[in-house]
Each structure stands twice: as C-alpha cells, then as structure tokens.
C-alpha cells in the first residue's frame, strides 16, 4: 500500500506561483510512475503532469494546457514529487491529487486545493 501527504495549495492570484509537494509513504519512484493529476466542479479527473519510473527513465508529460508553465520533478531520496506552477490562471483552479501508479495499481493522494483569483 502506498500512501501519500499532500501539501502546498492555497489560494494565488492570476499571475502567480504555487509548488506542490506530494511525499510517498516508501521508495516507489524505481517502478512506479507518478504524477499530478486535478479536479473542477463539474469535470472529470485529468492529467497534469507525470514522470516514468527511474527505470524507465524518468520521462515526463504534460498537459497541453499547462506546457510551459508547470513543471515536475522529483527527489528520490525524500520520494518527494513537486509540482512548480507558474502563471496560474483562473482556469487553473482545481483540486489537485498526486497519484502512483506502481504494478498496474493506482494509488492517490487525498487533493489540495489550488484557488487562483484575484
């Protein structure tokens, strides 16, 4: 079982930045890819952002709608994952989940909120 603690949402103004923290319960990053993923009222779950396993060489996507302006990284001695997000805008707003997908399982964090308005 794989289990996380989120931190770092809060309310931003349009324009502005926030990092997300996500720290995994063990060392998962070897095998597991992990990543971002977020919620608004009314919408589906969808993904941000995610890097494969180190194994498999630690590649990363984005969304379309956050290229250029998110970016994720990890830190394997910490099994940390970030989410750096800069130029937030209102459409940004959203509850967002890190999530592991390790062995064909998905495990989830339990969301922070990100808020951007003025």
């Known amino acids: 079982q794989v289990q996380f603690v989120e931190s770092g949402g809060g309310l931003v103004q349009p324009g502005g930045s926030l990092r997300l923290s996500c720290a995994a319960s063990?060392?998962?990053?070897?095998?597991?890819?992990v990543g971002w993923y977020r919620q608004a009222p009314g919408n589906q779950r969808e993904l941000v952002a995610r890097?494969?396993?180190?194994?498999?060489?630690?590649?990363?996507n984005y969304a379309d709608s956050v290229k250029g302006r998110f970016t994720i990284s990890r830190d394997n001695a910490k099994n940390t994952v970030y989410l750096q997000m800069n130029s937030l805008k209102p459409e940004d707003t959203a509850v967002y989940y890190c999530?592991?997908?390790?062995?064909?399982?998905?495990?989830w964090g339990q969301g922070t909120q990100v808020t951007v308005s003025s």
């Open positions: 999530n592991a997908n390790l062995a064909s399982r998905d495990f």
């Open positions: 063990g060392n998962i990053f070897s095998f597991a890819t």
């Open positions: 890097i494969t396993s180190i194994i498999s060489g630690g590649h990363t």
